[in-house]
T-cell receptor
Framework: NAGVTQTPKFQVLKTGQSMTLQCAQDMNHNSMYWYRQDPGMGLRLIYYSASEGTTDKGEVPNGYNVSRLNKREFSLRLESAAPSQTSVYFC???????????????FGSGTQLSVL | QKEVEQDPGPLSVPEGAIVSLNCTYSNSAFQYFMWYRQYSRKGPELLMYTYSSGNKEDGRFTAQVDKSSKYISLFIRDSQPSDSATYLCAKGINAGGTSYGKLTFGQGTILTVHP
């Protein structure tokens, strides 16, 4: 059982380049999320998908787009990378558990992105 | 003011010490609280969660919530070198009985337990 798998683990981009971060989960979870983690800022939500077919903005969505490809996969795209997007990106998923709440996040191991 | 404030530390303690990690939060509606542990170069993993005021214990870990003062704490008893990690507090909001993982995290506290 792999849990949440992110690719790539490391990436270096030049300003203006585009790329897509991939995420897949094998826990049959309905909801998926993209967070970024910066020193002194904690984790901040970029986008989330409450269920297959829906996506919504989080706290810091500017400069990003997402696609919920199917129940398992949720990708994050940077159309024109900027140095301010240098960060560690985490994908997470969550599913309804016994009490009917959906808030227990399972995280991937992260993608370290540098934009020069 | 950030919704969740956490002292980033770093905090260094000897093995066997009792560790106290703390967060304060603003905004009070329908909230629940969590503690995540994050080892270096790994994703966060859930340690504890609680929906109400009071204490919740799990082995050496105790999560405490004081809603009247908007204060949440994590206590680690008999700390071990393997507890060395970043600890993140988080707050979520219940909405109509169904909630999603739209958590607001604190900055994280770096903890080192030395032998």
């Amino acid at each position: 059982n792999a849990g949440v798998t992110q690719t790539p683990k490391f990436q270096v981009l030049k300003t203006g380049q585009s790329m897509t971060l991939q995420c897949a989960q094998d826990m049959n979870h309905n909801s998926m999320y993209w967070y970024r983690q910066d020193p002194g800022m904690g984790l901040r939500l970029i986008y989330y998908s409450a269920s297959e077919g829906t996506t919504d903005k989080g706290e810091v969505p500017n400069g990003y787009n997402v696609s919920r490809l199917n129940k398992r996969e949720f990708s994050l795209r940077l159309e024109s990378a900027a140095p301010s997007q240098t960060s560690v990106y985490f994908c997470a998923s969550s599913g309804v558990h016994g009490q009917g709440y959906n808030e227990k996040l399972f995280f991937g191991s992260g993608t370290q992105l540098s934009v020069l | 003011q950030k919704e969740v404030e956490q002292d980033p530390g770093p905090l260094s303690v000897p093995e066997g010490a009792i560790v106290s990690l703390n967060c304060t939060y603003s905004n009070s509606a329908f909230q629940y609280f969590m503690w995540y542990r994050q080892y270096s170069r790994k994703g966060p993993e859930l340690l504890m969660y609680t929906y109400s005021s009071g204490n919740k214990e799990d082995g050496r870990f105790t999560a405490q919530v004081d809603k009247s003062s908007k204060y949440i704490s994590l206590f680690i008893r008999d700390s071990q070198p393997s507890d060395s990690a970043t600890y993140l507090c988080a707050k979520g909001i219940n909405a109509g009985g169904t909630s999603y993982g739209k958590l607001t995290f604190g900055q994280g506290t770096i903890l080192t337990v030395h032998p």
